[in-house]
């Protein structure tokens, strides 16, 4: 019956936020908001509320592991699982401005999540790690300013074109309006769901929190990004899927935990180096694939080496 329940609350999740982006896209069409705009905002932030949401309900609700587990297996079933199978389906290039600014400061928000972390055991003496509310701030902080240069940068260099489009377009503003209350409303009940049966399971198969979270929970939120990432490829268009996946992953550690340690701070338990460590090594391995087997390019071989890797992690965490 929990398995059930779960599936039912990822359903919901994947449902809403599909219709969430879509009407999210609509509206602001008519708000006359350009592409770059509508994909790093909306569409990017559509993406990851299934993240935003269940963090900030597990914060609220005593499971800081299960906060901070699905930020951190989100970040590396992103990099490792979805553009590993982009790129088996379709090798693609990495742009000049993605490898300068982009990639590196994806980087650095994992090493950042991590110095952080460090950081306030040593000054608090404490035994585990935790994410306070002036850890929140900080977070929500360098997002506003990751966000601000970004878009700035961009209309300076006139980079996007008005392409996008929703099938909501043609519908009247109420109806749109309407359909981004439900599906927000749909996902805050789906997240609620997948929360409450993913926790069950975990005590029931004897696994922490921090294991079901950097796996289970990490992959189900995970399947918005994945999906999208997956029909940009078979369209011709793996751009699309390392622009998601960099853009949910900055989401994920900077607003997600920032938001949810702002609102309720939480004591974290159950992680191991390794953990941390893949965080950073995924991250990193995005960039060193552009100079490795093909310039400025992930092939299918370094596609298939990025799923091996995530497969070996998982089988990891299943055998601790």
Known sequence: MEILILLIGLAMLIVGANYLVESSVAIAKRAKLSDFVIGLT??????????????????????????????????ICNILLILGVTAAIKPFTIERNTLKRDIPFNIFTSIFLVALLCVDMLINNAKGFALSRIDGIIFLIVFAGYMTYTVRANKAHDEYEESSSSCLSSKPLWLTIAIAIFSLSVLLWGGNLFLDSAVILAHNWGMSEAVISLTIVAIGTS?????????????????????????????????????????????????????FVMLVFSAVLVYVSAFTLGKMKVDRTEGIIFIAVYIAYTAHLLMK
Do not use: C, R, W, Y
């Open 42 to 75: 909306i569409v990017g932030i559509g993406t990851s509320a299934p993240e935003l949401l269940i963090s900030i309900s597990s914060a609220l609700n005593g499971h800081g592991d299960i906060s901070l587990g699905n930020a951190v297996g989100s970040n």
């Open 223 to 275: 399947l918005p990004e994945f999906i999208t990432s997956i029909i940009a490829a078979l369209k011709g268009n793996p751009q699309l899927a390392l622009g998601n996946v960099l853009g949910s992953n900055i989401f994920n550690i900077l607003l997600i935990l920032g938001a949810s340690s702002l609102i309720s701070p939480f004591e974290i338990i159950g992680f191991s180096t390794t953990d």
